[in-house]
C-alpha cells in the first residue's frame, strides 16, 4: 500500500497560524581585491615557528643589559701622569701626596674618554657671508688612543658562552674574617655559618641557598626540617634559614661560628633521590674576542610605568 505524504503551510494546521517562509535566500554579494606578492594571511603555529627558527638558524642577535658595579677600594699612587693627573684625590694634595682613587673609564664597559672629530659651529654679528664649519678633533693622545670604534674593547673581554656540563668534585674554599678557610668540593653542598639561639639554629649562607620554609636540609647525611626562612633584615630569606633545636639530640652540637655544609632536600622519606645535586658549571666559549659589539641602547625601560608597591 503506497503512503502520500504532503507539505503543507502552517496557516492550513490550525486556525489563525501565522505563515512562514520556506525557502532560504542566498547572499551572492562577494569583496575582491587584488593578491599582491608577499601579502598573504598564514596561520602559523607559534611554538613550531619559534621551535623551527631556533634550530635552523645559524645567527643570533644576542640582547641584553650589562651593568658595571664595582667598589673603588683600593687608592694609590702613580708615576704615570697620564693617570696621575685624573686620580681621584684622597685629600687635597697640598702636601705634594697625590695618593687617589682610579677613575671610572679604567673600569668602564664602554669607555668614554673617546679621540673623536667634532664640529665648531662659527657664529657671527653679521648676516651673509660663507657658511663654514671647523672640523676639529677632541681627546687625549697622551694615553692609548681610543676610538668610539676600540672603546667596548681596551677594558675587557667578552666571551658568550653556554652550560654543557657540570663537575660535582670542583674544590671549594670557604674563608672566614677571622682566616679560617674550610675546604670542600662542590658535590659536598653550601656552607653555611651557624648561630646558636635559645631554642633554634639560625644558619646563614654567603650564596642564595634555594631552600623553602617547610622543606628539609641535610647535614652529615641526616635531614632536618626547616621551620623558617630570613630574619628582619630585607632579602634575607635567600640566605638564612632556622632549625629547631628540638630535632636535635644534642642541642648543643653546633656552636656559634661553626660551619657546615647543607644541601636541600624535599621528601624526607627520600632522602637519596630528593636530595639537590650541587656542581660547578663548565662552559663552552661561542663567541672570541672580535665577534660581539657593545653599544648603548636607545631605550632601556618602555613607555608604560612599572606597578610597583612602596612599604
Known amino acids: 500500500m503506497e503512503e502520500k505524504k504532503e507539505i503543507i503551510l502552517p496557516s492550513k494546521r490550525f486556525a489563525n497560524a501565522d505563515e512562514q517562509e520556506l525557502s532560504i535566500k542566498l547572499n551572492l554579494e562577494t569583496s575582491e581585491s587584488l593578491l599582491r606578492v608577499g601579502e598573504r594571511d598564514i596561520i602559523l603555529d607559534v611554538a613550531k615557528l619559534y621551535d623551527d627558527e ?3 638558524s645559524t645567527n643570533y642577535k644576542i640582547f641584553g643589559k650589562m651593568n658595571m658595579v664595582f667598589r673603588n677600594m683600593y687608592s694609590g699612587n702613580t708615576e704615570y701622569n697620564y693617570l696621575k693627573e685624573r686620580l681621584y684625590l684622597v685629600g687635597d694634595g ?3 701626596d697625590f695618593t687617589g682613587y682610579i677613575p671610572y673609564d679604567e673600569f668602564a664597559f664602554l669607555r668614554k674618554d673617546l679621540y673623536r672629530q ?3 659651529i662659527p657664529t657671527g654679528t653679521t648676516l651673509g657671508g660663507e657658511y663654514s664649519p671647523i672640523t676639529t678633533t677632541v681627546g687625549s ?9 676600540s672603546a667596548p674593547y681596551q677594558n675587557w673581554n667578552i666571551y658568550l658562552s653556554y652550560a654543557y656540563t657540570g663537575d660535582t668534585q670542583y674544590p671549594m674554599k670557604y674563608s672566614l674574617s677571622g682566616g679560617t678557610t674550610y675546604e670542600f668540593v662542590a658535590s659536598d653542598g653550601i656552607p653555611f655559618r651557624v648561630t646558636s639561639n635559645t631554642k633554634t639554629f639560625t644558619l646563614i649562607s654567603p650564596v642564595p641557598h634555594g631552600l623553602s620554609s617547610g622543606e628539609y636540609i641535610v647535614i652529615n647525611g641526616k635531614p632536618y626540617y626547616v621551620n623558617n626562612v630570613g630574619n628582619e633584615i630585607f632579602d ?7 632549625i629547631n633545636k628540638s630535632q636535635f639530640k644534642t642541642v648543643d652540637l653546633f656552636n656559634d661560628s661553626t660551619v657546615v655544609l ?4 624535599l621528601d624526607v622519606n627520600n632522602v637519596t633521590g630528593a636530595t639537590s645535586t650541587y656542581y660547578v658549571r663548565k662552559h663552552k666559549t661561542l ?3 672580535g665577534d660581539y659589539i657593545l653599544d648603548n641602547v636607545g631605550f632601556e625601560n618602555p ?9
Open 54 to 56: 631556533r634550530n635552523k
Open 94 to 96: 697640598s702636601n705634594n
Open 118 to 120: 667634532t664640529t665648531i
Open 141 to 149: 693622545t697622551d694615553h692609548t688612543t681610543i676610538t668610539a670604534m
Open 236 to 242: 634575607s630569606e635567600n640566605y638564612v634559614i632556622v
Open 262 to 265: 647543607g644541601k636541600r632536600c
Open 287 to 289: 663567541t672570541d674576542v
Open 303 to 311: 613607555i608604560f610605568e612599572h606597578e610597583r608597591k612602596l612599604l
